[in-house]
């Protein structure tokens, strides 16, 4: 949780503040294969993560989230109709539908924000909050069949 001087400046921190300064969390990722419990996470930092990863998976290429704290990552490897899920430190893979995946990283990303937006009101007026939920709302599957 940011400090009282922290929380009165979320609605001018910058991105970098806000993406590894601020909102540090237990995250849990759960798959076909796979359930991973990540401690520590800064929240904002893994949703810009999570958001240009199914972007990339959306565009049929390959997404990835990385640690800043190590050399650590998880890569979103789509194959036909499912993602592959990889982790750097674990050869055993998770695997879930492409929707499934895209709809997980928004339902993420709105409830992590809708969070914040709640404790922290002032964090509406921030830029990368703004910039967060339009690459949210960019967050579409093509048509059943088609390609982008």
Same mark, same amino acid.
């Given at each position: 949780m940011p400090t009282e001087k922290m @929380? @009165?400046?979320?609605?001018?921190a910058s991105e970098m503040d806000l993406r590894y300064g601020y909102f540090e969390t237990d995250v849990k990722i759960t798959a076909e294969g796979m359930a991973e419990a990540l401690p520590g996470i800064t929240l904002l930092d893994f949703v810009f993560c999570l958001l240009r990863a199914a972007d990339a998976v959306m565009h049929g290429k390959t997404g990835r989230a990385g640690f800043t704290e190590d050399d650590t990552s998880i890569t979103?490897?789509?194959?036909?109709?499912?993602? #592959?899920?990889?982790?750097?430190?674990?050869? @055993?893979?998770?695997?879930? #539908?492409?929707?499934?995946?895209?709809?997980?990283?928004?339902?993420?990303?709105?409830?992590?924000?809708?969070?914040?937006?709640?404790?922290?009101?002032?964090?509406?007026?921030?830029p990368a909050y703004h910039k967060l939920l339009a690459m949210g709302a960019g967050l579409e599957l093509p048509p059943s069949g088609s390609a982008r």
């Open positions: @929380a @009165a400046s979320l609605g001018s979103f490897h789509p194959e036909g109709s499912d993602v #592959m899920i990889l982790r750097s430190w674990d050869p @055993a893979p998770g695997r879930c #539908m492409t929707d499934e995946f895209i709809s997980g990283v928004r339902l993420f990303v709105v409830t992590g924000l809708e969070l914040i937006v709640g404790k922290y009101p002032v964090f509406a007026e921030n």
